[in-house]
């Protein structure tokens, strides 16, 4: 069984450009008109966008139950962070991101995974 998209993509083209009275082959600027016509196309309809994201981000997160705290600074990101393992009862232990070692939250944590 040959599971070669490509030739079944080409397969499936030739059909289309026969059933529109062309010729089974591409010819050379076909993909160059094609690509040109795209690029001119205007996008469709497209959904309003909010005024304020972090609003909406804030009322999404607690529609799904989530915890949201907005601080004004990083800094103050380890002093929440403490706070809500804390008010919560829960383990100071956490994995990290690699990337996010290094931030500022993470020395409200007793432990630090990777």
């Known amino acids: ?26 010819k050379g600027g076909e993909m160059a008109d094609s690509e040109a016509f795209l690029a001119q196309k205007s996008l469709g309809p497209q959904p309003s966008q909010p005024k304020d994201l972090i609003e909406l981000f804030v009322e999404r ?24 393992l804390t008010s919560g009862q829960l383990s100071k232990t956490a994995v990290v991101w690699p990337s996010l070692q290094g931030a500022p939250w993470t020395g409200a944590l007793v432990n630090k995974g990777v």
Do not use: H, P
């Open 1 to 26: 069984m040959n599971f070669d998209s490509q030739a079944a993509k080409d397969r499936i083209f030739s059909k289309i450009r026969v059933s529109q009275g062309r010729s089974q082959e591409s």
């Open 61 to 84: 997160s607690i529609q799904m139950s989530s915890t949201v705290d907005v601080l004004d600074t990083s800094a103050a990101i380890a002093d929440a962070l403490d706070s809500y």
